[in-house]
Nanobody
């Protein structure tokens, strides 16, 4: 449905930084929360960080302490600031947005993915 437009990926040396952005289009707000995932080819897609509408954040594994998830509710934009990048961070990064579905539950929408490459 192309509700999520992702950008900000690129190539950087170890120790460098990147900031990913994800713009949610349309009038519907992702009240169920948003998240960043990453997926190495041949492996399962793994959660990196989540953020709720009220700003509550969670980080998984090696992302904690190096990555910062944030959002601009007015702009309906999700961000992932990635610092101290390591070679192991190299992969495709995906934005996810969860929209409320009636009568209950949430509907997941995905971004197209953006490539992050960390190498010397």
């Amino acid at each position: 449905q192309e509700q999520l437009v992702e950008s900000g990926g690129g190539s950087v040396q170890p120790g460098g930084s990147l900031k990913l952005s994800c713009v949610v289009s349309g009038n519907t707000f992702p009240d169920c929360g948003m998240a960043w995932y990453r997926q190495v080819p041949g492996e399962e897609r793994k959660l990196v960080s989540t953020i709720q509408r009220d700003g509550t954040t969670r980080y998984i594994g090696s992302a904690q302490g190096r990555f910062t998830i944030s959002q601009d509710n007015a702009k309906k934009t999700l961000y992932l600031q990635m610092n101290s990048l390591k070679t192991e961070d190299t992969t495709l990064y995906y934005c996810a947005a969860d929209f409320r579905r009636l009568p209950s539950g949430c509907r997941r929408s995905w971004g197209q993915g953006t490539q992050v490459t960390v190498s010397s």
